[in-house]
């Protein structure tokens, strides 16, 4: 079982920075492959980046270059650090872990507000 935490969420001006943190608790988490998805009022919840338990990266099309994933196992901590944020990036943040093969974890964080605003 993983706990997942996510803070750093807020209101933020068009252009602007804030990084997300997610700590998890209760496994071993370097073996789990890490997600950030976020959902917008009246949208289906989708993919933003994600970071695998080796390390490797993915992005969504509308956040490439301007979002960065990273993980400190150290730390049992995932980060998506945001940059130059738009009025579209409103949503709320979710954090993911997951693991497959025989038996299947898949575990979410409550989620956290991002809201881009002038």
């Known amino acids: 079982q993983v706990q997942l935490v996510e803070s750093g969420g807020g209101l933020v001006q068009p252009g602007g920075s804030l990084r997300l943190s997610c700590a998890a608790v209760?496994?071993?988490?370097?073996?789990?492959?890490m997600g950030w998805y976020r959902q917008a009022p009246g949208k289906q919840r989708e993919l933003v980046a994600r970071?695998?338990?080796?390390?490797?990266?993915n992005y969504a099309d509308a956040v490439k270059g301007r979002f960065t994933i990273s993980r400190d196992n150290a730390k049992n901590t995932v980060y998506l650090q945001m940059n130059s944020l738009k009025p579209e990036d409103t949503a709320v943040y979710y954090c993911?872990?997951?693991?497959?093969?025989?038996?299947?974890?898949?575990?979410w964080g409550q989620g956290t507000q991002v809201t881009v605003s002038s």
């Open positions: 209760g496994s071993i988490f370097s073996i789990y492959h």
């Open positions: 993911n872990a997951f693991r497959g093969g025989a038996i299947v974890h898949d575990y």
């Open positions: 970071i695998t338990s080796g390390g490797s990266t």
